[in-house]
């Protein structure tokens, strides 16, 4: 009997598959319990649909992403902060510093979405920003010394 997946099911397979498995299987276990549904032709039709409007939404989503990549990677963050008579900052640059520049500059992003090495010194870093799934983009990261007050 074919059956249309709506949970992952282990050693069976993924959501949204299209599986063939033994009728008491799919109609004792597997529908009552709300994994699968029997694939008639009106579901399979249904199924196909579902498909074509995911990819169309995923295409769009990967392509604003690309858009919002090429933004971070245009424009560089810079960072002024306290550091020491020799050059080393008082604690060290983090995600979330990275995130909020990011985020005055029209940027819109989350500090679990952002990589930076360990910084600790003035100078130039690169930083990653993950922006939507498999689509990463590389920051620039400027850190100046603040000037002495007076």
Not at 63 to 84: F, G, R, W
Request: charge should be neutral; hydrophobic fraction near 45%; proline fraction near 3%.
């Amino acid at each position: 009997m074919k059956i249309i997946l709506k949970k992952d099911v282990q050693n069976l397979g993924d959501a949204g598959e299209v599986v063939e498995v033994k009728n008491g299987y799919a109609l004792n276990y597997l529908v009552p319990q709300g994994f699968a549904t029997v694939a008639t032709k009106g579901a399979l039709k249904q199924h196909e649909e579902t498909i074509r409007q995911r990819a169309h939404k995923e295409a769009k989503l990967v392509a604003d992403a690309e858009l919002v990549k090429n933004n971070i990677e245009s424009l560089p963050v810079k960072l002024t902060v306290k550091v020491s008579e020799n050059g080393k900052l008082y604690g060290a640059v983090t995600a979330a510093q990275v995130a909020e520049a990011l985020t005055a500059l029209g940027i819109e992003t989350d500090k679990k979405n952002v990589t930076v090495p360990e910084i600790k010194e003035t100078g130039e870093f690169e930083g990653h920003v993950k922006v939507y799934k498999a689509v990463v983009a590389t920051v620039k990261i400027l850190v100046k010394a603040e000037a002495p007050a007076e």
